[in-house]
């Protein structure tokens, strides 16, 4: 009983938390020039400086599904099949979920870390005194950065999931890339697009959210610093897995 109290407890911190974020973005936008900078070094942590290890996945993964289900589908001839199976696993379910997975694991822990490096060295609270809003100033561009980044991280690896799997397709059954793609966006659906969408904000904002507020809970021991960044990890993960199965839950009976 007092476990499920604790967990709600925090649930209702971390919207509470959430809507503190979302309130600062105005005035983030407004005045947040000297925030900026913040900004744009985040998008180029979190999307540029990652776009060779998920274009590697994203090219395995693409591959993988064909090379699995190609055969599986040429044995029932239904070979047609293998570009809604593409769509389903690279644009609407693995890419977004495997994006997410890369962003935790490099941004997550390092935004964790970082602030609880600021809170232990007492800057936020330097911030504090000189009248500037230290959620504003440091949790909201790294909010927006890490959402940002995992929308533009989730269309690339798309990209490449469907260009590697192209590339096997055109070892086993050659094929120009206009018939190969025009099929794949014969399947394509908007819906397919909404929920990817949907999907990859909804997991920046977590991990995001997630990493800062880690990050802000430390007290005053430098050994809470890496504590953070394991539960920031740790938590992100779990919310990005939940979040994903709700989402496809919604997506599939909206479909019925």
Known sequence: MLKSKVFFNDILYTL??????????????LRGQASYQILIMQILFTFVEAL?????????????????GMPLLAGISQERLIYPLLITM???????????FIVIARSGTAIATEVAGMVISHEVEAYISVGVDP?????????????????LLNIYFS???????????????????????????QV????????????SISFGAIISVVAI?????????????????LKAVGTSFAGCIMADILLSALYYTSLQ
């Open 90 to 100: 690279i644009t609407r379910e693995a890419g977004p979920l495997l994006s997410a």
């Open 188 to 199: 394509l659906t908007l819906y397919d697009i909404l929920i990817s969408i949907v999907k």
């Open 135 to 151: 959620i504003e100033h440091l949790g909201v561009p790294r909010f927006l950065g890490v959402t940002i980044s995992m929308f």
């Open 52 to 68: 060779g290890i998920a274009a590697f996945l994203a090219i395995g993964i693409g591959a993988a599904v064909n090379i699995i």
């Open 213 to 229: 507020l880690k990050g802000f809970g430390v007290e005053r021991a430098s050994t809470e610093i890496p504590v953070a960044g």
């Open 159 to 185: 990209i490449f999931g469907l260009a590697g799997s192209f590339a096997v397709a055109k070892v086993f059954n050659p094929m120009p890339a206009v018939v190969y793609f025009n099929n794949l966006l």
């Open 16 to 29: 509470g938390f959430f809507t503190k974020i979302l309130k600062g973005i105005g005035h983030f936008i």
